[in-house]
């Protein structure tokens, strides 16, 4: 018996806690913990997400690239749209009904509770008008945005452009965007998102059952802000890439100015280029197809993506690998009798008959001749087999940053080409291929490709005697002005110092002395070294090409220009780069007007071809498609590879 009443009393207990733990669990829910009272109120809540102003960019001297200009999404809940003078509410936000229509069922088959994006991107000005009678709209609300806006529309390849996220967008970054949100898509924009995009806040406002705004839920208790995104301090020089864009306008091809001492990039030039404030707005989507069917590709970063044979450019390269490898030196004459000869019937021609020449007269007059011997050396004449030989050779040239991408901080940069002895091996058969197979690559011919990026990062290793800075466009993030480790270590080329001087002294001929191959970009009182190219284009006319840095002692700049259809590098490509050269060192131009005017003024578009006419020159109808400048204009000596 005394058992059972035992029993009985722990049963009552057990029941009266549970009891006890109950009205507690109630009393903490109702007094205590009011995250449900929240959870409640969500009928009567609108949560606000604040965006942050994405990060501006800025040019070396802290002139404005990009800023942020104030937009306005209207945005609706379905579930609480009242019946409502529709055709006031399309004429008040300036689209049709049609427009309407598609709008709102896209909404509402999203959601009829939970807010979406109706319109998006309302000027300031539509929007004022607009706010007046939004209370007349019940579900409609406007939040605020910000897009991007470009003061001086320069440099669009460059900076990229900014889109709404996509699906794969959104799981890639583990869902911190949401639909409707805007995400970097191209360029800087992209390369640098994460730091431009900020932190988004949160404020959550009390609405009547108009939907007006009742004041902040809990005096902002559950509010986030908004944190700014980060500053970003572009290496490029605004009054010089807009200067390169004016020179380059009306042409297809690339520009590429580096600070030899940082590897900075003064210049990104990639022409034709496009306008970037018509990638914003509500018009950006029609804009992009444009862009993208416009049969010059202004879209193609050309700077970062078009690969081209060197041409003789490459020859400076071949100079110095030889050297490194004991196989000539400054004092190695070859003579020149119009051409090279190899295998049984082979010839490759040059552009004169040279005579006897050392390697910096090599380099001044371009002699093909003289790199037919040099390669033929470092391939048959080692001691090694010429397949062996060949990977020795590729190995070193590509230390030049040739072949692999030099990573720069943009996406999609192409690596460049430099065959590998297997696909010589496979396209011949065999391995006993020796330099008479692969001769064109003695003078950047064949199958090599390079990025005008590539080729000016080869001029900064010579203007710098043998390393470079890894080539970036970024200089300094934020307003500490953090700069990457990784931009301040110095890259070999593999090639001793000591080798330079021959090479250096041939590219300060090949602008300073009358027989230059690029005599017509020297200056004045600055020391010029640079190197002509005239590339083969087995697609129409040859391809433009001149790399060079000034001054000599001491460099600042070093640049590589190619101009597309074009012919020979010194009558395009070499003054143009003279007078950025000289723009940037000097911030003026002491050559006339009409040598300027001659650049800025042709039209080299593929059929569109028309040159400039020096005002009381009659041209020169014989030519067809053609209109000859002033003799004066024209380069002084002879036209060479």
Known sequence: MNSFFKRRYIIQGIFILVALILLGKLYYIQVVDDSYKLSADNNVLRKLIIYPARGVILDRNHKILVQNEPVYDLMVIPGQVKEMDTLEFCKLIKIDKSDFDKAFKKAKNYSLYRASLFQKQLSALTYAAFQEKLFEFPGFYVQNRSVRFYPDSTSAQFLGYIGEVNEREIEKFDGFYSQGDYIGKTGIEKSYEELLRGQRGVRNIMVDVHNREQGSFFDGKYDTTAVSG?????????????????????????????????????????????????????QRGNN?????????????????????????????????????????????????????????????????????????????????????YTY??????TGA???????????????????????????????GLIPTSDYYTKSFGNDKWTSAFNISLSIGQGELGITPLQMANVTAIIANRGFYYKPHLIKAIGDKQIIKEEYTKKNSAGVDTKYFDAVIEGMSRVVNVPNGTAYNARINDIEVCGKTGTVQNPHGENHSVFIAFAPRINPKIAIAVVVENA??????????????????????????????????????LPGQKKLYVRPGVKPDTTKSNRILVQPATLPENKKSL
Request: proline letters at 6%; glycine letters at 8%; one cysteine or more.
């Open 230 to 282: 980060e500053k970003l301090i572009s290496s490029l020089d605004k009054k010089l890439q807009m200067y390169g864009e004016m020179l380059m306008q009306n042409k297809i091809g690339s520009v590429v100015a580096i600070e030899p001492a940082t590897g900075e990039i003064l210049a990104s030039i990639s022409s034709p280029g496009y306008n970037p404030n018509i990638m914003v707005g509500r």
């Open 288 to 372: 992009y197809m444009k862009l993208l069917k416009d049969p010059f590709k202004p879209m193609f970063i050309r700077p970062i993506q078009a690969e081209y044979p060197p041409g003789s450019i490459f020859k400076v390269i071949n100079a110095l690998v030889a050297q490194q490898f004991g196989l000539i030196s400054s004092n190695t004459y070859y003579n020149c009798p119009g051409g090279y000869r190899y295998g049984r019937r082979g010839f490759m021609g040059c552009t004169h008959v040279h005579g006897t020449i050392n390697l910096a007269q090599s380099i001044e007059t371009s002699c093909n001749t003289y790199y037919g």
């Open 376 to 381: 033929a050396r470092m391939i048959d004449q």
């Open 385 to 415: 087999k010429p397949v062996n030989a060949y990977k020795r050779w590729r190995e070193a040239v590509m230390k030049f940053g040739i072949g692999a991408t030099l990573d720069i901080d943009l996406p999609a940069e192409r690596k």
């Open 567 to 604: 012919g020979y590098g010194s009558t395009w490509s070499a003054p143009i780069a003279s007078l950025i050269i000289e723009k940037y060192l000097r911030d003026s131009i002491s050559r006339p007007k009409y040598y300027t005017d001659r650049l800025v003024h042709a039209n080299l």
